[in-house]
């Protein structure tokens, strides 16, 4: 691929000339070079790979870089002119020969960076373009993981389309950093992204699924419609552009109350109608005027069928009881009896339906068994496990006596195997896993005998777990106090020496995982990490561990430290609870153990204000009167300490539901008076915030400043020059000063925009018009005619 001279003028741009300077194949060279000036690879490595690299740009500035003595092969299906210390030869290389052919050369020897910069099927439509890129950059994947070195570093050309975050999820998996870019040499209307790994993990195997094409783009199935989701959230509307079902063009939708108890969906019904109805059909319904007389159907019951989309999670749950109960008087559901219970076919009758609906049922009943008591038998575990750990940190036992009962091959006790059920938070919180005493295994048995009252707990449930998940989507201070949650409770991580599970070591020698998996990282959504890769972020982990580190060398400072992270996530949770000042707020948390007293509060390293005050920013009405407070001494610090110990602190949180918890959350706590002043002090506060211009504009304003101060320094130096000058009389220097200023003041014309009317030859033109200098605009007739009525109006009004 030489330089071609192409049609488009935007395509000998300065890098197509700037590469012409330099003698540089390609203006792609410029990519490789600003790539490698970020991330320095080229200069580390001794030996390295261009694959596609014709004419060989890349190939060009990899020989500038890298040492002397240094290994570079370049291949590509053109041939590639011989270029001083590379070698390189034709071949495609998705295919053996070239492998071979490689290896030929390379012999022993690893390389230290693999390139790609491969761009198939030029030309084509782009959707076809995109994918055969794709597999391409697939291609080249397989051929570095052949031939790099453990560390590594492999450099490919990516273009955004749907199969972009597919690969970055293979890259993650096979390298420890991955980091996309776009060069400024790259073009912006060019998809084309580079995404630098580095890192290579170097796997004793890869599964071929990982590197397959077929698997690794393949297009994931629909996901079946979250009836749930509708009934928990009905005011979350998604816009449909659908229009309307066939025959039904009506937004309010109702339903026969018999219809509810007899569908197998009940959930679906609750989703998608306004109304359950008593009204009788035409031909009269029996069940419904029985329905209708039931005591069961209370007064609430008949409120709550009248308008479904504005119940709330807890009228959902009795119309699902009641649902229930009717249908067991009615013979639809007949209740197991103890005998029975222990077959593992259920007796259930339901009425109208057809033998594939039975068996789907069935099945699917079967499936929540199963699951059902899988989950028994985890909390059991995890509650056995949880008592461990209480009578270990009771010190009534030793380390050595954990996990005795399992001893066996695979059986050591990990905290992140409790977490793999999900657990772990409630253990390492001392929390109760839903216990199963003696006691309440009784109760259980009456749990199993109701399975679907069982199922739709599980199901609630999980629709709230559902419901959070889309409010941290949404809310992302919701999401940096999850994330600041899990980071509390993994701060320990169990006995496991190594933090790592089996299960994870052998995710690491043996890259495995289903391709199909959605491809994302921790708690983060792809997108979300991918936003993270960005450099910005990049120092963020090291600072982390460099902290980390010093904690660990000296164990004098370890407190402190351990107050400046707290101090760092109380900063963020400022807005949840603000009524404490910073300082006073850890104080406050700290658990007995760790207690501090005053004076070693004065040793933390607080951020302070050049005159050594504390910089502490209030921006709650409740912070502000509280420092009003204790500035006037109405307060002192030891009653903000004791306030910490309310009725609050110690809440009783044990087997009540996430849900409850999180609701509750937003209430128990202290509500604090404020003062008028204290409101209207940050009110003002915030004025003044709300007042300051855009970071923008203060830039500009500075820039114009700056000019302006240059300038004036400029004609102060020559008016002293003009006023040094000998040669000249008093009335010539006053004069030539004068000159000047007036030449400063005096303001450029500003350069009129010319509009031109986007018809007859202009209409849809890119670029200027023909016969137009100087700056233009391309307008609509009609703004041009609203455009000289205001001037008109203007001109009136003068
Ligand atoms: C954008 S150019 C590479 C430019 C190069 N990096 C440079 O700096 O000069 C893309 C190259 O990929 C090559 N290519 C496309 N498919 C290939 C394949 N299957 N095997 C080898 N080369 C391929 C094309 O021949 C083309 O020369």
Same mark, same amino acid.
């Given at each position: 691929?030489a330089?071609?001279?192409?049609?488009?003028?935007?395509?000998?741009?300065?890098?197509?000339?700037?590469?012409?300077?330099?003698?540089?194949?390609?203006?792609?060279? #410029?990519?490789?070079? @600003?790539?490698?000036k970020?991330?320095? #690879?080229? =200069?580390?490595?001794?030996?390295?790979?261009d694959?596609?690299?014709?004419?060989?740009?890349?190939?060009?500035?990899?020989?500038?870089?890298?040492?002397?003595?240094?290994?570079?092969?370049?291949v590509?299906?053109?041939?590639?002119?011989?270029?001083?210390?590379?070698?390189?030869?034709?071949?495609?290389?998705?295919?053996?020969?070239?492998?071979?052919?490689?290896?030929s050369?390379?012999?022993?020897?690893?390389?230290?960076?693999?390139?790609?910069?491969?761009?198939?099927?030029v030309?084509?439509?782009?959707?076809?373009?995109?994918?055969?890129?794709?597999?391409?950059?697939?291609?080249?994947?397989?051929?570095?993981?052949?031939?790099?070195?453990?560390?590594?570093?492999?450099?490919?050309?990516?273009?955004?389309?749907?199969?972009?975050?597919?690969?970055?999820?293979?890259?993650?998996?096979?390298?420890?950093?991955?980091?996309?870019t776009k $060069?400024?040499s790259?073009?912006?209307?060019?998809?084309?992204?580079?995404?630098?790994?580095r890192?290579?993990?170097?796997?004793?195997?890869?599964d071929?699924?990982?590197?397959?094409?077929r698997?690794?783009?393949? =297009?994931?199935?629909?996901?079946?419609?979250?009836?749930?989701?509708?009934?928990?959230? $009905?005011?979350?509307?998604?816009?449909?552009? =659908?229009?309307?079902?066939?025959?039904?063009?009506?937004?309010?939708? !109702?339903?026969?109350?018999?219809?509810?108890?007899?569908?197998?969906?009940?959930?679906?019904?609750?989703?998608?109608?306004?109304?359950?109805?008593?009204?009788?059909?035409?031909?009269?319904?029996?069940?419904?005027?029985?329905?209708?007389?039931?005591?069961?159907?209370?007064?609430?019951?008949?409120?709550?069928?009248?308008?479904?989309?504005?119940?709330?999670?807890?009228?959902?749950?009795?119309?699902?009881?009641?649902?229930?109960?009717? +249908?067991? &008087? #009615?013979?639809?559901?007949?209740?197991?009896?103890?005998?029975?219970?222990?077959?593992?076919?259920?007796? %259930?009758?339901?009425?109208?339906?057809?033998?594939?609906?039975?068996?789907?049922?069935?099945?699917?009943?079967?499936?929540?068994?199963?699951?059902?008591?899988?989950?028994?038998?985890?909390? &059991?575990?995890? =509650?056995?496990?949880?008592?461990?750990?209480?009578?270990?940190?009771?010190?009534?036992?030793?380390?050595?006596?954990?996990?005795?009962?399992?001893?066996?091959?695979?059986?050591?006790?990990?905290?992140?195997?409790?977490?793999?059920?999900?657990?772990?938070?409630?253990?390492?919180?001392?929390?109760?896993?839903?216990?199963?005493?003696?006691?309440?295994?009784?109760s259980?048995?009456?749990?199993?005998?109701?399975?679907?009252?069982?199922?739709?707990?599980?199901?609630?449930?999980?629709?709230?777990?559902?419901?959070?998940?889309?409010?941290?989507?949404?809310?992302?201070?919701?999401?940096?106090?999850?994330?600041?949650?899990?980071?509390e409770?993994?701060?320990?991580?169990?006995?496991?020496?190594?933090?790592?599970?089996?299960d994870?070591?052998?995710?690491?020698?043996?890259?495995?995982?289903?391709?199909? @998996?959605?491809?994302?990282?921790?708690?983060?959504?792809?997108?979300?990490?991918?936003f993270?890769?960005?450099?910005?972020?990049?120092?963020?982990?090291?600072e982390?561990?460099?902290?980390?580190?010093?904690?660990?060398?000296?164990?004098?400072?370890?407190?402190?430290?351990?107050?400046m992270?707290?101090e760092?996530?109380?900063?963020?949770?400022?807005?949840?609870?603000e009524?404490?000042?910073? @300082?006073?707020?850890k104080?406050?948390?700290?658990?007995?153990?760790?207690w501090?007293?005053?004076? !070693?509060?004065?040793?933390?390293d607080?951020?302070?204000?050049?005159?050594?005050?504390?910089?502490?920013?209030?921006?709650?009405?409740?912070?502000?009167?509280?420092a009003?407070?204790?500035?006037?001494?109405?307060?002192?610090?030891?009653?903000?300490?004791?306030d910490?110990?309310?009725? #609050?602190?110690? +809440?009783?949180?044990?087997?009540?539901?996430?849900?409850?918890?999180?609701d509750?959350?937003k209430h128990?706590?202290?509500?604090?008076?404020?003062?008028?002043?204290?409101?209207?002090?940050?009110?003002?506060?915030?004025?003044?915030?709300?007042?300051?211009?855009?970071?923008?504009?203060?830039?500009?304003?500075?820039?114009?400043?700056?000019?302006?101060?240059?300038?004036?320094e400029?004609?102060?130096?020559?008016?002293?020059?003009?006023?040094?000058?000998?040669?000249?009389?008093?009335?010539?220097?006053?004069?030539?000063?004068?000159k000047?200023?007036?030449?400063?003041?005096?303001?450029?014309?500003?350069? @009129?925009?010319?509009?031109?009317?986007?018809?007859?030859?202009?209409?849809?033109?890119?670029?200027?018009?023909?016969?137009?200098?100087?700056?233009?605009?391309?307008?609509?007739?009609?703004?041009?005619?609203?455009?000289?009525?205001?001037?008109?109006? %203007?001109?009136?009004?003068?």
């Open positions: 691929m330089i071609q001279k192409k049609h488009g003028k935007g395509r000998l741009d300065k890098w197509y000339r700037l590469a012409k300077e330099k003698g540089y194949r390609s203006r792609a060279a #410029f990519k490789l070079v @600003q790539l490698n970020k991330y320095g #690879f080229l =200069e580390k490595s001794k030996v390295l790979i694959l596609c690299a014709a004419p060989g740009g890349w190939c060009q500035v990899a020989a500038e870089c890298m040492p002397n003595q240094s290994i570079i092969i370049g590509d299906l053109a041939p590639i002119k011989p270029i001083p210390r590379v070698i390189s030869f034709q071949s495609d290389i998705t295919t053996d020969k070239c492998r071979a052919t490689i290896r050369h390379l012999k022993t020897w690893k390389a230290d960076t693999v390139l790609h910069d491969g761009a198939p099927n030309g084509t439509a782009w959707v076809q373009d995109a994918f055969s890129q794709a597999e391409l950059v697939l291609e080249s994947l397989r051929l570095a993981t052949d031939f790099l070195i453990e560390g590594g570093t492999f450099v490919t050309k990516v273009f955004r389309s749907k199969d972009y975050n597919p690969l970055l999820w293979v890259f993650k998996q096979l390298f420890t950093s991955v980091e996309a $060069p400024p790259s073009r912006n209307v060019s998809a084309e992204i580079f995404v630098v790994c890192g290579f993990k170097a796997p004793k195997r890869i071929p699924k990982f590197l397959d094409p698997h690794v783009f393949a =297009e994931l199935a629909a996901p079946t419609p979250n009836n749930e989701a509708k009934v928990f959230n $009905p005011e979350v509307k998604k816009r449909k552009r =659908e229009g309307y079902e066939e025959g039904d063009y009506t937004q309010f939708k !109702e339903i026969s109350v018999t219809e509810f108890i007899n569908t197998t969906d009940p959930i679906a019904i609750l989703g998608s109608y306004n109304k359950l109805s008593f009204q009788q059909p035409p031909g009269g319904d029996l069940a419904l005027s029985t329905v209708d007389r039931l005591e069961d159907t209370t007064d609430e019951i008949r409120k709550c069928c009248e308008d479904l989309k504005i119940l709330g999670r807890k009228e959902f749950r009795s119309l699902l009881k009641w649902r229930l109960k009717l +249908r067991e &008087k #009615f013979g639809l559901v007949v209740k197991k009896s103890k005998e029975k219970e222990e077959e593992s076919e259920e007796v %259930a009758e339901v009425a109208p339906m057809d033998e594939e609906l039975a068996i789907q049922e069935q099945l699917h009943r079967m499936r929540e068994k199963e699951t059902t008591r899988e989950k028994k038998e985890r909390r &059991k575990e995890n =509650e056995k496990k949880r008592k461990e750990i209480m009578r270990l940190q009771m010190h009534m036992t030793t380390p050595m006596e954990i996990g005795m009962e399992q001893i066996g091959p695979d059986s050591t006790f990990t905290l992140r195997r409790v977490d793999k059920a999900g657990a772990r938070d409630a253990v390492v919180n001392a929390r109760n896993v839903p216990v199963e005493s003696e006691s309440e295994s009784e259980s048995e009456d749990e199993d005998s109701d399975d679907d009252g069982d199922r739709l707990e599980r199901e609630l449930d999980s629709m709230y777990d559902q419901y959070q998940e889309r409010m941290e989507d949404r809310d992302t201070k919701l999401r940096a106090k999850k994330n600041r949650k899990q980071y409770t993994d701060e320990w991580d169990g006995f496991s020496e190594d933090n790592k599970s089996d994870e070591e052998e995710e690491e020698s043996h890259v495995g995982l289903p391709v199909e @998996q959605a491809p994302t990282t921790g708690n983060l959504s792809n997108n979300a990490s991918l993270f890769d960005q450099d910005i972020f990049q120092g963020l982990d090291e982390e561990e460099e902290e980390e580190e010093e904690e660990e060398e000296d164990e004098e400072d370890e407190d402190e430290d351990e107050e992270d707290d760092d996530e109380d900063e963020e949770d400022s807005d949840i609870e009524d404490i000042p910073v @300082q006073k707020q104080k406050a948390k700290k658990p007995e153990s760790e501090v007293d005053d004076d !070693e509060i004065q040793y933390i607080e951020p302070r204000k050049p005159n050594g005050q504390l910089d502490i920013d209030i921006i709650t009405a409740e912070a502000m009167a509280l009003q407070q204790m500035a006037t001494g109405e307060r002192k610090s030891t009653d903000v300490v004791d910490g110990f309310n009725r #609050f602190s110690f +809440r009783d949180v044990d087997g009540l539901p996430e849900w409850f918890i999180d509750e959350g128990s706590k202290i509500q604090r008076p404020i003062t008028k002043a204290a409101a209207a002090a940050i009110k003002e506060k915030m004025r003044a915030i709300n007042a300051r211009p855009i970071k923008k504009v203060m830039e500009a304003r500075g820039r114009k400043k700056f000019k302006a101060a240059q300038k004036l400029k004609l102060r130096k020559k008016s002293a020059l003009l006023a040094d000058d000998e040669a000249l009389s008093e009335r010539d220097k006053a004069q030539s000063i004068s000047l200023m007036s030449k400063a003041t005096k303001k450029k014309p500003k350069q @009129q925009v010319k509009l031109v009317v986007a018809r007859g030859t202009n209409r849809g033109i890119s670029g200027r018009p023909k016969g137009v200098k100087g700056r233009y605009k391309i307008v609509d007739s009609r703004m041009k005619k609203d455009i000289r009525a205001q001037k008109r109006l %203007a001109k009136k009004k003068s």
